[in-house]
């Protein structure tokens, strides 16, 4: 296998790397990109006393602490402050904050062993928990625990010593059990009841079917918008978002189920004036045995290509 082929057999993986670390799609292409281009510009220098892989995800990691040196890190609406409960007060945020991105799971590959393996660690409230990790322990956490790599082999990478990430990951692992969401170590229900839990919220979103959907909710739900900042916290709060703002009738909504950070999602399309459904927002569904729990909302019409979707669609 030549450099070229290795270079496209981890792709996915590298992607999936750079995300965790970044928090947007965007950006991790970007910084594989840049990878790519380091390694290379570098393979004259590669002495292979490692694998071709393990010299790929060291580049990557440093592109990403490069990249990270210079921006803010991924937010959703929940860490700016407290839920809002009016549906009319969905003003644009003041400041400018960078938003947190979904990850197509359909960039893993067809592999369902990778796509499992990497399903925790790709959740959206996993990264974006990390996401308030300072970068080399953001680092540290993501190679140690996601990748496993030695701690020696994450010292050389980050120039410190063995008892320094150890200590990073300490902190880290504590961190992460405060921010992490009560929802991420529940349980989701089992394939049939997971099942008919989306092809009920499918239908009953269409149709604006209140009742159904008081019914999936849990009582706790959230439903968050970005880039909208004001977010919705409890069952009766977020029926009333979705009253206000679900048009009634027949043909105004349209849901494509896709899968988003090992999570089900659906795309949103909203029917316009040409009587064609036009690319809305793309929703990512957290799933508990009492329901669901958490849906965050991405209002980011862009994203929809990266999902496989287009902008337009004509059922």
Same mark, same amino acid.
């Given at each position: ?37 380091? &390694? ?84 959206? &409230? ?14 540290? *956490?993501? *190679? ?16 410190? !010593? ?13 961190? *992460?059990?405060?921010?992490?969401? &009560? ?27 209140? &009742? ?74 957290? *799933? ?13 019409? !862009? ?13």
């Amino acid at each position: 296998m030549n450099l070229e082929e290795e270079f496209a057999q981890h792709r996915a993986g590298l992607v999936a790397h750079c995300y965790r670390m970044l928090g947007s799609l965007h950006d991790a292409e970007d910084a594989v990109q840049d990878t790519y281009l380091r &390694a290379w510009r570098g393979q004259a220098g590669f002495e292979q006393r490692s694998s071709v892989k393990t010299w790929l995800y060291r580049i990557a990691t440093n592109v990403c602490l490069t990249n990270l040196t210079h921006s803010s890190r991924r937010m959703v609406p929940s860490a700016l402050g407290a839920p809002g409960n009016d549906p009319d007060d969905l003003q644009p945020q003041a400041l400018e904050v960078t938003w947190l991105e979904p990850f197509p799971d359909q960039l893993l590959g067809a592999d369902p062993a990778v796509v499992v393996g990497d399903r925790q660690s790709l959740r959206l &409230a996993m990264v974006a928990a990390m996401q308030h990790l300072p970068p080399r322990q953001r680092a540290v *956490l993501i *190679l140690r625990e996601v990748l496993t790599w030695p701690a020696a082999e994450v010292a050389s990478l980050l120039e410190t !010593t063995t008892a320094a990430v150890n200590s990073s990951l300490q902190r880290a692992r504590a961190e *992460l059990a405060r921010l992490r969401p &009560a929802e991420e170590d529940l349980s989701e229900p089992d394939e049939p009841v997971r099942r008919q839990l989306l092809d009920q919220f499918a239908t009953a979103f269409e149709t604006k079917d209140l &009742a159904v959907l008081e019914g999936l909710l849990t009582t706790d739900t959230r439903w968050e918008m970005p880039p909208i900042p004001t977010w919705f916290s409890g069952r009766t709060d977020v029926l009333r978002l979705l009253d206000s703002k679900l048009d009634a009738g027949p043909d105004r909504r349209l849901l494509v189920e896709t899968s988003a950070n090992g999570q089900p999602a659906f795309a949103l399309y909203i029917r316009g004036r040409d009587g064609q459904f036009h690319a809305h927002s793309l929703k990512v569904l957290t *799933l508990t045995k009492a329901g669901i729990s958490v849906v965050l909302a991405f209002h980011q019409p !862009t994203l929809f290509p990266a999902f496989g979707l287009p902008l337009v669609h004509s059922r």
